[in-house]
């Protein structure tokens, strides 16, 4: 947090500054050497580049022990060219930079970029137009590098990235299968990483010696995402996600690649606490933020998932005036900023795709009336385009579709595109249709124009079923928050695959290291028998609470029915209360897999909350209070588990208290199997 001393060592001097902008920057040319090293600020990491036998190489090291072996650099062109053999260093360049930058809204308002930069050229031997450069930024506490390949104004297409990730073990690894039909929507699996094939990033690994790490990218905007593959032993390359016909990347131009991340930390907690991602972003580039506003949201949602109420028309028909006014009352009187209306939009009793057409409301639902209605209460409707993976069909529509929710007041658009596997349509030039994966570079560029194009209406995203996150949220700070891995929804339908205790234990260290995620936490009817006999919520009512501070989301859901709520007013003070923007954040506990403790600080009071969660084994965490301002009592308002809770056997025991507390203090957390503890302390008067 920035109420820490800054410590800048790069430059041979030591500042230290409280509330101000710090930045400098050198640089200098180095004789061409035949290795290269660069050391993170506080001299914690260190990264070595050399090229050996023509071949370009790095390896990465913690005080001195081994992290990542000597693994290759470089890339394949269709044309034939390598810049993975037959290489020489070119020459290098340093820079160190530390700055301190404001977030639009986050888990941390002030976030630090404290770096030293290596950037090595690479030329052919026998062919100096084979140019390469890899830039290498280094943190204490991970590191990122990416490629710039100069290319003039000719267009080129990869066929091969050859960097490797050379872990020194057999690490244990939690990991989901990339190439998978449902995209990203798994339970992850948590085994030594020589049981991996193809993986999404991020991967999270535990060294036998205490080390964490978590592979994964930042800034991604055009390429291809990076899977990983066990090449041999315990030896990762990237595996980029190809075209439907084999090219990995293409382009015309000069190449800058996304950036290469790894994330290193010797707690689990450290991966979580830990801001490389977005440092390795570009700036916000809108000048206007005013319209971007983090809240909760309500929806009629959760009873489509529970099949109550249907997205088409028809007797079950969700999206009706009178009910959609009904939730807009409910937002309004309990201090929700928006209500999301699915299925509000013509196209749904067929095949999802095509058909869908986003200006079209269903007669029985008054989009203008509606969009006034909530205004005029201080609520908004939030939109939803589900496109159903027919890209082609939604961005011949997506301007007016945009234009629509402008003029009518709606602020924040939830997206969606229900699809499995590799079929995304694409038609060519010459009108062939091709099909594409979801997180293919064909793809990426939707998602980023979806973006785009939603902030020049004034509009905010919410992605579901979307490529992973990687930062991109710095630079556009309308990309809000995005699905992207198993949530709440698989509770309702999933059988065999609803989420199980720990899914949220684990998620914390693995796929939200990536970025914000629309999870959809508290339910409180947790077991909908009548309506979903065999399904249910693996989690206590105290947990489903705790989520809200667990998982992080600048748009966060209600996403249980009114009804329930109204049944259980005193657990939905906590929803009412707890914000969705924060000023800091500190991760008290964390086991991956097993528990996870996260205080964090409202960015507009002086309030402090704080969600624990425990997989299915209960436990007694203590809490270290000293994060609370010292010499300041707060009013614990407590959401525990009761001493007889158990997310199997009696979900809903929980006990509410109040306790007064200041920062010398411990607090003792119970956590039920299953279950979790949820907290707002509020300075006392
Ligand atoms: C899948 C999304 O994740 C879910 O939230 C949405 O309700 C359905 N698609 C329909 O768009």
Known sequence: MFTRQLKINAVGFTCRLAGLVCCFTFASSLAVAEELAVESPGKVLKVVCEVKDGVPVYSVSRLQRPVIAESRLGFEFKNGISLGKGMKLAGSRRDSVDETWTQVWGEEKRIRDHHNELRVDLAGVDDSSRKMSVVFRVFDDGIG??????????????TNELTEFAMTGDHRAWWIGAYQGNRYEFRYTDSPLSKTEKVHTPI?????DGLYLSIHEAALTDFSSMALWRKSGNTFEADLYPWSDGIKVRGTGNIVTPWRTIQIADTPG???????ILNLNEPNRLEDTSWIKPGKYVGIWWEMHLDIASWGSGPKHGATTEKTKKYIDFAASNGFDGVLVEGWNHGWEVEWGDSFNFTKAYPDFDLPYLAKYAVDKGVRLIGHHETGAAVENYERQMDAAFALYEELGVRAVKTGYVGHGQNIVRTDEQGNKH?????????????????????????????????????????????????????????????????????????????????????????????????????????????????????????????????????KPEPFKFIKDVPADWEFTEVLHARIGDYVTIARKDRNSDDWYLGSITDENGRILQADLSFLTPGVKYTAEIYRDSDDADWDKNPYGMVIEKKQVDSTMKLPLRLAPGGGTAIRFHPAK
Not at 145 to 158: A, H, L, Q, T, V
Not at 436 to 456: D, F, I
Request: with cysteine; hydrophobic share 35%; glycine share 6%.
């Open 204 to 208: 999270t690994f535990e060294t036998a």
């Open 435 to 567: 099909r594409e994966w979801h997180h293919g570079q064909h793809m990426v560029r939707h998602y980023r124009k979806v973006v785009e194009e939603a902030a020049k209406h004034h509009i905010m995203i919410d992605a579901h079923e979307p490529i992973k996150p990687t930062g991109i949220r710095r630079t556009y700070p309308n990309m809000m928050t995005r699905e992207g891995a198993c949530g709440q929804e698989y509770n309702a339908w999933g059988g065999p695959r609803r989420n199980l205790p720990d899914h949220t234990t684990i998620l914390p260290f693995t796929r939200l290291l990536a970025g914000p995620m629309d999870f959809t936490p508290g339910i409180f009817d947790l077991l909908y028998e009548k309506e979903r006999p065999g399904e249910r919520v693996s989690t206590t009512l105290a947990k489903q609470l705790a989520l809200y501070v667990v998982i992080y989301s600048p748009l966060q859901m209600a996403a249980d029915l009114p009804k329930n709520y109204e049944a």
């Open 270 to 276: 450290g991966l979580i606490d830990n801001y490389l």
């Open 145 to 158: 590098f990416r490629y710039e390949i100069p290319m003039g104004n000719d267009s080129w297409e990869i």
